[in-house]
């Protein structure tokens, strides 16, 4: 089993540890790229790509792990893009 299905994996057992890295990571697989819009973006985040739908998010600060909600979201994006 390789990296991506790992974290696929782990991303469906909706773990509380899950980190912002880790997401970033998977998506990467899926062609996604990281885009801030700059400096006044705060803490706003988009992952886009070419083939599926933009993720838009909060990055997570003062913490590395996501929150709970995040994680069913993106689950959600994935499934509904036939990625998971």
Do not use: C, W
């Not at 990571?25 to 062609?31: A, D, G, I, N, V």
């Not at 993106?74 to 990625?83: A, F």
């Amino acid at each position: 089993m390789g990296i991506k299905e790992k974290l696929i994996k782990r991303l469906k057992t909706k773990p509380k540890d899950f980190t912002f890295a880790e997401l970033e990571t998977l998506l990467r697989y899926f062609s996604y790229e990281l885009s801030n819009k700059g400096k006044t973006s705060g803490s706003r985040v988009t992952f886009i790509s070419d083939n599926h739908s933009p993720i838009m998010m909060h990055k997570p600060h003062n913490r590395k792990e996501l929150l709970e909600y995040q994680i069913k979201q993106i689950i959600s994006l994935l499934e509904e893009e036939g990625l998971i």
